[in-house]
Structures are given as structure tokens and as C-alpha cells.
């Protein structure tokens, strides 16, 4: 398989840095912003997402590899996401169908990897209290400033807007930084990149997603969320 997912990275970063992305909603406008204070940048960010109930978007995603060349470099892959806001839970509810027929599936706090080549969904826990802040704040918890050194970027190839960089302020177990391209007057995010530890970088692209599209319940749920014949690999989970 040539294609980006969760086997081809790792699954526990690949799941975090799958969520990392969902920050980047580009938007149409392309009005250049004007400079801008950053916490005032962070600010509008946040109050975007944590009044955002649910997105459904397609999406591109584009990997780069750092340092010796490797097989992955330049793989992409497609697909579609859908993103629900819990309301009084522990977690999101979030799924990611590509278009070669891999599934992430994440409901609360445990998440599902269905690989259509192996017919396996491997099922793991995922603590959110462990999450960072570039996560948790998408269903209103936690704040950016807490967990990241904000501050612009140098960055030239970003395109325009408020081009910031995100710097993790302890260890973070797989990316170096985050960045993000902003319009400084709404706090939309263009365009973000993941970068990890040894230079790679990993691109999301999401086209034309629907912003305050909420899935129903069903289109979340595990029994039914995969193929019948599927075999289900437990990982540390007592069930």
C-alpha cells in the first residue's frame, strides 16, 4: 500500500496527528491580512472551533519526507472526514473514510483502524486527558497557549495570511511543530502543517467542508461502521 494512514506512519501519531490537522478549514476569501496581534490571532481560532458542532468535508493529505529519502515521500491519499462535538463526553467522535478503503474511527476514548488489505480493525485506547491542547480544544477543552509557544512564522511557501508556528512546550511523542496559516481578521485557518521530529512534514488539504455539519450517531458507530466479515483485533483494551 502506497497511500498515507495510520500503518504507514505509526497509529498512535498518526491518530494524533490526524487530529492536529482537523484544525486547518481553509476558507475561500483570499483578502491578504492585515498584521495582527497573535494572541488575538489564537484568540479567534479557538472561539471558532469551540462554537463549531461538527464538520464534514473531503480531504487531501500529502506527506514529505525529512532526511534520507524513503517510499513515502510525496504519497498522498483522499477522502472524506466527518467531525462530531461531544456534548457532557470524554471525547470526540470522528471518521476518516479514504478512498482506498481504510477507516479511522475514533469514539471517545477508544479508536478504531480498519485496514481493508489485512480485513483487521484494530482496536486501542486513546486517554483524552493525554492529548494536547492542539486537540482538546476542539471540543472545548483546553487552550493552545497552554500547551504551545505561539509566534509567527518565517515561513514564505504558506501562502497569505498570518502564517504562525506552533512549538510544543514539553514533549509532545512524534511532531516538532505545528503550522498554520490564519486570516488575521476572522481567525479561519487556511492551510496547516505537521511537522515531525525528523523533518518530515505531513499536509491536509480539506475541500470545501461543510462547517456546522453535524453526522448522526450512526455513521459513528462501531458495529456497523465497517465490513461484516472484518476480524476485530483488540490492543490493550479489556472488553
Request: hydrophobic share 40%; proline share 5%.
Amino acid at each position: 500500500m502506497n497511500g498515507l494512514g495510520p500503518c504507514a506512519v505509526g497509529r498512535d501519531m498518526m491518530l494524533r496527528i490526524l487530529l492536529v490537522l482537523l484544525l486547518s478549514i481553509p476558507i475561500t476569501a483570499r483578502a491578504e491580512a492585515p498584521a495582527a496581534d497573535i494572541q488575538a490571532v489564537v484568540a479567534k481560532i479557538q472561539a471558532f472551533y469551540e462554537k463549531t458542532d461538527g464538520i464534514d468535508t473531503r480531504f487531501t493529505q500529502t506527506f514529505r519526507h525529512g532526511g534520507m529519502p524513503s517510499r513515502l515521500g510525496g504519497a498522498t491519499a483522499e477522502g472524506r472526514l466527518r467531525f462530531r462535538k461531544p456534548v457532557g463526553e470524554s471525547g470526540p467522535r470522528m471518521r476518516w473514510d479514504y478512498d482506498d478503503g481504510r477507516i479511522l474511527l475514533l469514539v471517545g476514548d477508544l479508536s478504531y483502524t480498519y485496514d481493508p488489505d489485512t480485513q483487521q480493525i484494530t482496536l486501542y485506547r486513546l486517554d483524552p486527558k493525554t492529548l494536547s491542547a492542539a486537540v482538546s480544544f476542539l471540543w472545548g477543552k483546553g487552550k493552545l497557549t497552554d500547551d504551545f509557544k505561539v509566534t509567527a512564522s518565517g515561513r514564505k511557501d504558506l501562502g497569505e495570511g498570518v502564517a504562525l508556528e506552533l512549538v510544543p512546550k514539553t514533549g509532545n511523542g512524534g511532531f516538532s511543530k505545528v503550522l498554520l496559516l490564519v486570516d488575521g481578521a476572522t481567525g479561519l485557518v487556511r492551510r496547516s502543517v505537521v511537522v515531525q521530529a525528523d523533518g518530515s512534514e505531513n499536509h491536509i488539504t480539506f475541500v470545501e467542508p461543510k462547517v456546522g455539519e453535524v453526522a448522526p450517531l450512526s455513521v459513528f458507530n462501531p458495529d456497523t461502521a465497517f465490513p461484516k466479515d472484518a476480524v476485530r483485533v483488540d490492543t490493550q483494551i479489556g472488553r
